[in-house]
């Protein structure tokens, strides 16, 4: 009994060995790769063709989007959350429209132009005539003057005091005329002209109620293509159409915001039609796809990831410049300060391979800082480093480092920057409980020591990750930025004067002081005409390019799944319901 | 033996009867003994005892196979199990799709196929299991010394020495764990043995709790009484009657918690408390895996990513299991009161 219980056991041990040393018959290598597509990339944005037609739109319909969370007050002052600027945005105007596509500021709201000072300090927007409240009224300067001078009034507490920053005066010169005087020119700044107007003829002209306004909760005056019907808390909000809409009455009947926690539940419910469009989460999208009734919107996103490769010693942090904004001599990475080991890291990554497996296909890679969601600014000419092993190779043993004694890691052997016979020793981090994050660490970890590298990689608590970001000790780091905007200007990540050990974004401690008056420079073009910004923002790219103090991984992407109810859905990466009021129900 | 010397033939015949012919019953005889009655547990510690030497062999296995536990290629991602194919082609039943796969991985047989990053699932299996298995049973070891000395003091000593170790063991459960969690990622690098540390000093809290009280019941009993109204020493009495009479409960909580330490291990890779990526372990194996079981191929719509969920979790749920059932039966042979049961 015993003994037969033991060669069971022996049997079993046995065969699991010899499963495991089994000599192979030789492999058959087939050319012809098996296709293993984990999600469709579907990288072009869908075009539609928008033909004019000659039997008048369909009326009616209603279109329902669905929600995580639901907006906390409607006033377009006091909100901060996304959730809440949805439902507001239907109902009060701004200065300034936006490109749905570039991202561009462009006159399609109420101001219909605007003429700019020689110095670019004094702009003087006109704007649209015949705009009118649904109360009657009609929408003009006061407005605009009444709520920018709310933000900066004691009697208001709006997380919006910024927008104010920079700006000297605000006067109306007559009722369809705004001059905004600045103090320097920033082009980045504009957007802050962007919020939205309130009613100025229904508040006391103290700004004594803003804060307490019944308004806030129902805002029942409008100018936009929507007005405010009924909202119930943590459930739905609805609005109906606005027949005085100045761009034209939408033909549908009203939009719903519905609250569903549940991102299953959201998805079970647009496929049911219950709701007509909600986020994707990336393992929802082969459903969404496979779906006949639905429609998948994936655009670029504006946020990036990518492994910062810190210029400066670790051990030695130092600030960017000196009291004095002079530039402070860093001390050099004894590695990564070596352009030649940026650029073979670089050269040594499998882009497609991280995108496809690592990021399951919700990326595409790009060249530099700026990204295509900013249309105007980004360069599409430049090229993204290719995965190319040989050269990476080269690039290393050209530079001085070579694996002399045959162990698998190179050593510094003539090279620019380190000791001699320094082994080529790099620190990789992260921060740990991302899955994504950790797989691209020992994937960069396994690409990059197959050519020589000696990589360490750890996946540490956020917070500790980030106080070596901040503190600069660190040599590479996987991270990403996210919601950078519909301005192209980042120089918090790369000008000298954010390389402060403990606080700043230029935590890479690049610096080029070429690449500091740029930035100046892109910023401070007088009217802020994208053409010029542009020159300035190809240069910056390109720079970036060579001198890789990031090594650019992927951009995002973002998913919107929505319903094939309405005909004439455009949908672009910066705005969904751009041209709202032209859908119409599909027959 | 006495009686085979005997001259009487009737003597003699009852002498070859083999019944009569064992030897005296001990306790630890008689535990055994049972125990080889019990085909479940045994079924039990071979399967443990077959995880723990192919774990060990891991660097030897992987070097047949030919492929590291943290080598990616992220081309050949996905790959499903090679063993069924491989029967399949072995039997003549499909020559194409074996060798196919082949082909794909260069010649290596996954025989379990891929991760998301193409690495190989059963080599990672073995190595991830010296690390779950070390940890469980170092911090379960750790948890035992320390629960069962400071519990059976406590219960068995009682007055003023329970008290106080009770106001210890209420503080430091009173303590947030994640608070706990967060300091210790502060102070030390994660790393498999501060892992261990960790887990084990936290652990014994229940395990000490649980001898406390039955210490207690125990000490109270009649032969406890009987020892000490004979002059018995503590330590005698201690060794000799109460720490016996709680080995059931030991033991079940030994195992118990060995299960849960192999869970706890993969919870806390969250905090970056975990053993650092890449280095695998079944509990984060199967962690990653959660999130990619959505994945499916867009042709077929089959699911990609089911054996990297699959076979880890039926490897952790048989494990737990495996030890929970050797708790059980070493309990059943242990227990003096389960004895004249069978």
């Known amino acids: 009994m015993k003994n037969r219980r033991l060669s069971v056991l022996a049997a079993l041990l046995i065969a699991a060995m010899v499963l495991a040393a089994c ?38 319909g209603v279109w329902v989007e669905g929600s995580s969370a639901d907006a906390t007050i409607l006033n377009p002052i006091l909100a901060s959350d996304s959730a809440s600027f949805d439902v507001l945005g239907w109902f009060f105007p ?10 561009a500021i462009v006159p399609t709201e109420m101001a219909a132009s605007w003429d700019v000072s020689e110095d670019g300090l004094v702009w003087t927007f006109h704007l649209q005539d015949g705009v009118m409240w649904s109360d009657g009224e009609q929408v003009n300067a006061d407005d605009f003057k009444f709520t920018y001078d709310a933000i900066g009034s004691d009697l208001v507490e709006t997380p919006r005091k910024a927008n104010l920053d920079n700006i000297e005066s605000i006067e109306v010169l007559d009722p369809l005329t705004i001059q905004v005087t600045y103090a320097e020119v920033k082009c980045d700044a504009l957007n802050n002209l962007g919020l939205g107007w309130l009613p100025s003829h229904l508040y006391a002209e103290d700004f004594s109620d803003v804060m307490d306004s019944p308004l806030n909760e129902e805002p029942t005056v409008s100018a936009g293509p929507f007005i405010f019907n009924e909202w119930t808390r943590d459930d739905n909000s609805t609005v109906l159409r606005n027949d005085g809409y100045w761009k034209g009455a939408p033909n549908m009947d009203g939009w719903i915001y519905k609250i569903v926690p549940d991102p299953g539940a959201r998805l079970a419910q647009l496929q049911t039609g219950e709701l007509d469009l909600i986020g994707v989460q990336p393992e929802q999208l082969t459903t969404v796809q496979l779906d006949a009734n639905l429609n998948l919107h994936k655009f670029k996103d504006d946020g990036y990831s990518y492994i910062g490769l810190n210029q400066a010693n670790p051990a030695n942090p130092q600030a960017g410049q000196d009291e004095d904004g002079n530039l402070v001599e860093q001390d050099p990475h004894p590695i990564l300060s070596d352009l030649a080991v940026r650029q073979a890291i670089a050269h040594a990554l499998d882009y497609d391979a991280i995108i496809s497996k690592v990021y399951l296909g919700q990326g595409f890679q790009i060249a530099s800082n700026v990204l295509p969601a900013v249309g105007w600014a980004h360069d599409p000419s430049l090229q993204p480093y290719a995965f190319d092993t040989e050269l990476a190779s080269q690039i290393l043993d050209d530079a001085g480092w070579t694996d002399s004694d045959e162990d698998g890691v190179r050593e510094c052997n003539g090279c620019a920057t380190a000791e001699e016979g320094a082994t080529l020793t790099i620190r990789l981090q992260t921060n740990a409980g991302n899955t994504t994050r950790e797989d ?15 990589i360490q990689f750890e996946a540490i608590e956020f917070g500790t990750l980030v106080g070596e970001l901040l503190g600069q000790t660190f040599d590479m780091v996987i991270i990403g930025w996210t919601g950078l905007g519909t301005d192209p200007n980042d120089d918090s990540f790369w000008h000298s004067k954010f390389d402060t050990p403990g606080s700043g974004f230029n935590f890479v401690s690049y610096q080029n002081p070429r690449i500091d008056e740029l930035l100046e420079q892109a910023v401070s073009v007088p009217g802020c005409a994208t053409e010029e910004r542009a020159t300035f923002y190809h240069e910056i790219q390109q ?8 090594v650019f991984v992927t951009g995002s992407v973002g998913n919107t799944g929505y319903s094939k109810k309405f005909n004439g859905t455009n949908p672009g990466p910066w705005s969904f319901y751009h041209n709202v009021e032209t859908w119409s129900l599909a027959q | 033996m006495t009686v085979a010397q005997a001259d009487s033939p009737a003597l003699a015949s009852l002498a070859a009867d083999p019944q009569l012919q ?142 106080l170790i009770m106001w210890f063991i209420n503080t430091l459960s009173s303590i947030p764990g994640i608070y706990l969690l967060i300091i210790v990622t502060a102070m030390f690098k994660p790393n498999p043995i501060t892992l261990t540390l960790f887990l084990g000093l936290l652990g014994w809290i229940g395990t000490a709790r649980l001898i406390r009280g ?28 109460v720490i016996p009479n709680s080995l059931p409960i030991i033991i079940v909580n030994a195992a118990i918690d060995i299960g849960s330490l192999i869970l706890a291990e993969s919870a806390l890779s969250f905090l970056g408390l975990g053993v650092q990526p890449p280095t695998a372990t079944w509990g984060s194996m199967l962690n990653r895996a959660r999130n990619l079981i959505f994945l499916r191929d867009p042709e077929t719509g089959a699911s990609l990513a089911l054996h990297l969920l699959s076979i880890p979790g039926i490897l952790i749920t048989l494990t737990v299991l495996a030890l929970y059932l050797i708790g059980d039966g070493l309990r059943d042979a242990l227990d003096p009161m389960m004895k004249n049961l069978r």
């Not at chain 2, 059976?152 to 008290?163: I, K, P, T």
């Not at chain 2, 039955?214 to 000799?240: C, E, H, P, Y």
């Open chain 2, 214 to 241: 039955n210490v207690f019941k125990v000490r109270a009993l009649d032969f406890v009484l009987a020892a000490r109204s004979v002059g018995t020493r503590n330590a005698r009495i201690m060794f000799q009657h």
């Open chain 1, 94 to 103: 701004s200065l300034l429209g936006q490109d749905p596509f570039s991202g």
């Open chain 1, 440 to 454: 691209l660490g020992a994937l960069v970890q396994d690409q990059l020591n197959g050519i020589g590298f000696d």
């Open chain 2, 22 to 163: 064992r030897k005296p019953r001990t306790y630890w005889s008689m535990a055994l003994q049972s125990l080889r009655r019990d085909l479940v547990t045994l079924i039990a510690f071979g399967f443990l005892a077959i995880m723990a030497v192919l774990s060990l062999l891991a660097p030897v296995i992987a070097k047949s196979i030919g492929v590291g536990p943290n080598d990616t290629n992220p081309d050949n991602a996905f790959q499903q199990p090679y063993l069924g194919p491989y029967i399949q082609w072995r039997t003549g039943q499909d020559p194409i799709r074996a060798p196919l796969m082949l082909g794909k991985s260069g010649g290596v047989p996954h025989w379990l196929g891929t991760d998301q990053l193409g690495r190989d699932q059963f080599v990672r299996l073995l190595y991830g299991g010296r690390v779950s298995l070390g940890i469980a049973l170092a911090a379960a070891a750790l948890t035992l010394i320390l629960g069962v000395t400071i519990g059976s003091v406590a219960g068995f000593f009682g007055g003023a020495v329970d008290d």
């Open chain 1, 23 to 60: 000599p192979q018959p030789t492999p058959v290598v087939e050319t012809v790769k098996e296709t293993v597509v984990v999600t469709q990339v579907v990288t072009q944005t869908e075009e539609v063709v928008v033909t004019p037609t000659p039997v008048p739109p369909v009326q009616g």
């Open chain 1, 543 to 550: 720079i970036i390019n060579n001198d890789i103090p990031y």
